[in-house]
């Protein structure tokens, strides 16, 4: 059984009703009157009810058409104030611009977000903090943050910063007790602050590179988070060794609170990206906020904040 829409035949006796006549609403329309007056016969047909009284010389509504009209007036009002405002996102970015960003992200994203929200006054900017790996589509996110190694396929995406640099980190008192590992095999030796992905919930495996040999370390620890924040924050308590990379804990390590050690032998990860569907770019909102990000990404001062934890290597 064909399924038949409510609306269907609205516009045209809405428009017979403000014109009172069926010649008129054609013309306002650019249909036939024919067309016309058989749209609204099958509404008439549909509902049981007289919509117009007919005459050779004019058209009126019956009891039941006024009050049909009266309703359905300020209704169709809305609808065309809705779908006029539409233009608005088609003119200037507007709207609500959704992100998802990782917690080791927010030093390079919050310049960027500064900016356009100055920028772009009619934009709202939400963003949702969060080491998992969102989908963007099923969340309702316009765009996300990565790391290069963790973009589907599917997704364009635009870099934000160089490789990734990672350290171990611990505190002097913490060494001065366990010692410092001098290869990667010593870890076995040491206990660590551990950290859990959000996603997947596997616990992370520290991974090294000697010459062209990659391999893991499993390093033991009774304590396991899902936060970045707090697995710096307790290696800073001296709880054991984390596995960070240099933008979480270049301020401490500058402040002598942590130390980091084995660098040389920690492979670096592809750098953050802002990656969106394809088809989204489209929207002005996210079209700005990615012209945006193209150009402030390449600015001495931005370049100087995605790399000034290299100097962290040095350290170990």
């Not at 942590?258 to 920690?266: A, Y």
Request: charged fraction near 20%.
């Amino acid at each position: 059984m064909t399924s038949i829409d409510a609306l269907d035949g609205v516009t045209l006796f809405l428009a017979v009703a403000e014109a009172r006549s069926f010649t008129g609403a054609a013309i306002r329309l650019g249909v036939t009157p024919t067309a016309v007056s058989k749209a609204v016969r099958v509404m008439e047909a549909r509902h049981g009810v007289v919509l117009f009284q007919r005459t050779t010389r004019r058209v009126a509504l019956t009891e039941a058409g006024a009050a049909l009209w009266l309703r359905l007036r300020p209704a169709a009002a809305e609808i065309g104030d809705a779908l006029a405002a539409l233009g608005t996102y088609r003119d200037r970015p507007t709207g609500t611009l959704r992100l998802t960003v990782p917690m080791m992200a927010r030093r390079f994203i919050t310049p960027l977000i500064a900016e356009y929200a100055r920028a772009y006054p009619d934009v709202t900017v939400e963003v949702s903090l969060d080491d998992a790996i969102v989908d963007l589509v099923e969340g309702g996110f316009d765009a996300g943050v990565r790391l290069g190694e963790s973009i589907e396929k599917d997704m364009v995406a635009v870099a934000l910063t160089p490789e990734i640099q990672w350290s171990i980190v611990g505190t002097p008192a913490y060494f001065a007790q366990a010692g410092r590992p001098r290869k990667p095999e010593d870890l076995v030796a040491h206990t660590a602050v551990r950290y859990r992905f959000p996603g997947s919930g596997a616990v992370h495996r520290w991974g090294f590179r000697r010459g062209n040999r990659a391999f893991v370390v499993d390093v033991g620890g009774k304590v396991i988070v899902d936060d970045r924040q707090l697995l710096v924050d307790l290696a800073a308590q001296g709880l054991g060794l984390a596995f960070a990379s240099h933008v979480e804990v270049r301020d401490r390590v500058d402040a002598g609170v942590l130390e980091s050690v084995l660098d040389t032998f920690i492979p670096s990860d592809a750098g953050m990206y802002l990656c969106f569907p394809a088809r989204s770019q489209s929207q002005l909102k996210l079209r700005a906020f990615i012209d945006l990000a193209r150009e402030v990404t390449g600015r001495p001062d931005y370049v100087a904040l995605c790399t000034a934890g290299a100097a962290l290597a040095s350290s170990s």
